[in-house]
């Protein structure tokens, strides 16, 4: 499900995002798709990164609050 719509979609239709703990915590694209611990999905469109940023959804769906939302390519900003 996206984080941002909230729809239903396969995951191989989204992106995954995760935090990663390495350093400094931080919310990275997951391109791999092997990155421990808890993930979120979304969309790979402008749209939904945007509604998520505005809602702050990344955070909220990794429980990691006060991280920022990770960059987007192809995002008009
Ligand atoms: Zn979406």
New binding site residues.
């Given amino acids: 499900m996206?984080?941002?719509?909230?729809?239903r979609?396969p995951q191989s239709q989204?992106l995954r995002l995760a935090v990663l703990t390495a350093d400094e915590p931080r919310i990275v694209v997951d391109a791999s798709r092997r990155l421990p611990g808890r993930g979120a999905w979304?969309?790979d469109?402008a749209?939904?990164w945007k509604?998520?940023r505005a809602k702050k959804a990344f955070s909220v769906a990794l429980r990691s609050p006060g991280l920022p939302a990770p960059a987007h390519d192809g995002e008009d900003t």
Avoid: F, G
């Fill in positions: 996206c984080i941002a719509c909230r729809e979609a989204l979304i969309h469109s749209a939904c509604r998520a």
